[in-house]
């Protein structure tokens, strides 16, 4: 049964920016799968530099690795025996990963299952495969950007004290629907807030 879900989870080939506007889909109170434009995602295939590398030193095994991949930063965390792998890896290499996402503390991760060093050229080889992936992969930049110009919007309110939510939706040229969707992700992640009802405010 292990093999065949295994099998089952495909490692999607992403950037992290495209994995940090994904929606953890909960399964009562255990991470299920990450949504975005539909598709269920379980497990990553993502290149980066390392940037940041923190080990314990207890009794407790872990080491934590901060990924970058020039679209976001997305944290390594790896535990126990499987600490071990993650503890070759130093800040500043360039790495593939494949592992699974995890979802904590209202944060996304992975754990890493397969973590291997690259030439630093095999960022941009990854890059131009992304570029010329299929639809799922322009789906998911088309939400990228959406939420970009969304923040944009809302931090270039601050001096008027905020912006109404039907703004954004009459000069963003994004529907209200997905405005709507997107709003309410960056409330719950605390990015920003409601002041009022119908308008909401750059918090960072």
């Known amino acids: 049964m292990p093999d065949e879900q295994f ?6 080939k992403m950037r992290i920016g495209e994995i940090l506007v994904g929606k953890p889909i909960m399964d009562g109170e255990r991470f299920g799968n990450l949504e975005i434009n539909g598709n269920k995602i379980v497990r990553v ?3 980066g530099s390392i940037v940041d590398k923190y080990e314990s030193s207890g009794e407790k095994k872990y080491v934590f690795l901060t990924l970058d991949d020039g679209s976001g930063q997305i944290k390594l965390k790896s535990f126990g025996d499987d600490a071990q792998k993650s503890l070759e890896i130093q800040q500043g290499e360039t790495v593939a990963v494949i592992g699974l996402l995890r979802f904590f503390n209202n944060e996304i991760y992975i754990s890493p299952e ?9 960022l941009l080889v990854r890059k ?10 322009n789906n998911i930049q088309t939400l990228i950007s959406q939420r970009e110009k969304i923040i944009e919007l809302i931090k270039n ?9 039907e703004k954004i939706n009459s000069v963003s040229g ?3 629907e997905n405005a709507a969707a997107e709003i309410q992700k960056l409330l719950e992640e605390g990015v920003i807030f409601e002041p009022r009802p119908g308008k909401v405010r750059w918090l960072g």
């Open 174 to 176: 994004i529907s209200a």
């Open 157 to 165: 309110s601050e001096s008027q004290g905020g912006i109404d939510i």
């Open 7 to 12: 099998k089952r989870n495909i490692a999607f």
């Open 114 to 122: 397969i973590i291997k060093e690259q030439d630093p050229k095999y």
């Open 128 to 137: 131009l495969e992304l570029d010329n992936a299929p639809k799922i992969q």
């Open 45 to 47: 295939n993502v290149v």
